[in-house]
């Protein structure tokens, strides 16, 4: 999956942004991206943010934000694979998932979801009930 710098669709699903991430599900190693969403939901950017493991892949909220702050973002979409197949959230996964919805709300530009994308599927955290957006 290459960066892009604009799309015409918008991000109206998580199914939707299902087909904007799926080549992760193909990946050796873990990798998080995000979409930054302009006011009508329109792809402004993706972006590799992280690059793990096979199994693991260390975030820190600032740069996610960042992400977005310098692509002028309303929203936030973020998504990364699981290599193993497993469309679970892990302990991890949830709290990152926590700590980027509550810092999206403070700066406001609120993370919309999050999806785990594997080779055959997706899950979404907010279609999951897996935190409170």
């Known amino acids: 999956m290459k960066s892009s710098s604009f799309y015409e669709n918008d991000i109206s699903s998580a199914a939707r942004a299902y087909e904007v991430f799926r080549p992760l599900g193909y990946l050796d190693v873990e990798e998080l991206w995000g979409l930054a969403l302009g006011p009508s939901l329109k792809i402004l950017k993706t972006k590799m943010i992280f690059r793990g493991t096979v199994n693991s892949c260390p975030t820190h909220p600032r740069e996610i934000f960042r992400f977005a702050l310098l692509n002028n973002a309303s929203a936030l979409l973020i998504a990364h694979n699981h290599p ?12 990152m998932t926590k700590q980027l919805i509550l810092a999206g709300r403070l700066i406001e530009i609120p993370l919309l979801d999050h999806l785990l994308i594997t080779r055959n599927s997706y899950a979404s955290f907010r279609e999951k009930m897996w935190c409170v957006f």
């Open 84 to 95: 193993s197949g497993e469309a679970e959230a892990s302990p991890a996964d949830l709290e």
